[in-house]
């Protein structure tokens, strides 16, 4: 018994220390990416600094590249331990929204690396509150003056998300008065705190429709590395999407129908992914309505493949990109008792993540790298699932 809470605290020291160590480290790297054309303070301190990282991220790139590799290796050893040890009880709860804490507190001050996306946000917003136009009809081509244009990407779209993202982002526009940092400050903060938003009601929701299931749903969604990047690095606006589909879903398990359609909406405004679960959410509300016991872990499963067919839509139609797993990893926390699910899910994160190191290595998206990522999503994919089957098998012998 002694040896095995020795060997049991050697653990939680190791994947405490790792996991603290490669969000540091995650942290630091993220200023390797920042955009040649943006200054984020004129502080003659910081300057030299600034390119310093530039010089690792844009100008030795194997260096990069391979760091990033170790950072996401850490990254996912760490979570392993940390999610093996909730499942054996001996991770506290206390201890995993430390973490959680610490993650979000640390990197609201990262520079969102892996995508541009924010600095959309934050522009589609601004044609409202600084140039009195509106973002779907105006684009940010429209404004060839603006100093944002110089590091921004995707300029020649008009807004692209449902009509309640402005709704979230004018106030904060507003807030910001039109100073970039500030804004880019405020815009993540709203962002994380949806991420925590999310995480609250996955421990929520798990634990009513499984005992004790909560702590180890928290510790799958919130400390999963794909999540932390897509959602505290790059600052997605898909978590904020998500924290009110399990809000409303959370209510719906309470029977407040009315707020619980209403955050639904609100999540659909957002973008549109959420709005595969409606038939979902009539089924849970009939079955209430009429007295009807309903099985919850059948009910996350269905949400679960739901959002999984959102992000194969979405691949179709666009391109895959690694935040779109987003939209199921919170119903995949709510299956938490259902390894094939589990490690799909997992294997398939570790996969996503992936995605970035032919563009960390190149620096350019030219040919052949749209084959490479097609090529490496799909192989994540079929072994995600391949993976799931076995495990699935195994269980039913």
């Known amino acids: ?164 993202w402005l709704v979230f982002t004018v106030p904060l526009s507003f807030l910001g008065l039109n100073y970039f940092v500030v804004m880019f400050f405020l815009f993540k903060a709203a962002i994380i705190s949806s991420f925590i938003g999310t995480s609250y009601y996955i421990e929520k929701i798990a634990e009513k429709i499984v005992s004790h299931t909560g702590k180890t749903a928290l510790v799958f969604f919130a400390l999963n590395p794909l999540v932390i990047i897509e959602s505290l690095v790059s600052a997605h606006n898909d978590v904020v999407m998500l924290f009110f589909a399990m809000f409303s879903l959370w209510l719906l398990l309470q029977s407040r129908v009315v707020l619980s359609s209403l955050l639904l909406l609100f999540s659909i405004g957002i973008k549109f992914a959420t709005g595969l679960l409606v038939p979902v959410y009539l089924y849970l509300f009939v079955r209430q309505r009429s007295g009807k016991s309903i099985d919850f872990e059948k009910v996350s499963l269905v949400l679960f493949g739901v959002m999984v067919l959102a992000m194969i839509l979405a691949t179709v139609r666009t391109n895959f990109q690694p935040w779109y797993f987003l939209y199921a990893l919170p119903f995949a ?60 098998l195994r269980k039913s012998r």
Request: proline share 5%.
């Open 1 to 164: 018994m002694k040896l095995q809470m020795a060997y049991s605290k050697w653990h939680m020291v190791l994947a405490l220390f790792l996991y603290i160590f490669s969000i540091i480290a995650l942290f630091f790297y993220s200023f390797t990416q920042i955009d040649l054309s943006l200054t984020i303070t004129r502080t003659s301190f910081f300057q030299p600094v600034q390119r310093a990282f530039q010089g690792v991220g844009y100008f030795n790139r194997p260096l990069s590249t391979e760091l990033y590799i170790g950072i996401i290796v850490m990254l996912f050893l760490s979570y392993i331990l940390l999610f093996r040890l909730a499942k054996q009880n001996v991770l506290q709860r206390k201890t995993i929204w430390m973490l959680i804490f610490f993650a979000s507190g640390l990197l609201l001050f990262s520079y969102n690396a892996f995508s541009y996306d924010l600095f959309n946000y934050i522009f589609d917003a601004k044609i409202i509150t600084h140039y009195n136009e509106n973002p779907y009809l105006k684009k940010a081509l429209d404004f060839p003056a603006d100093p944002m244009l110089s590091f921004m990407r995707w300029t020649h779209r008009v807004y692209p998300y449902g009509p309640t």
């Open 333 to 392: 926390a709510l299956l938490i008792r259902k390894t094939y699910v589990v490690i799909g899910a997992m294997l398939f994160s570790f996969g996503a993540l992936f995605q970035y190191v032919p563009f960390l290595f190149l620096g350019n998206y030219d040919p052949p790298v749209p084959a490479i990522l097609q090529a490496m999503w799909f192989t994540s994919f079929v072994v995600s699932i391949l993976s799931a089957g076995f495990f699935l």
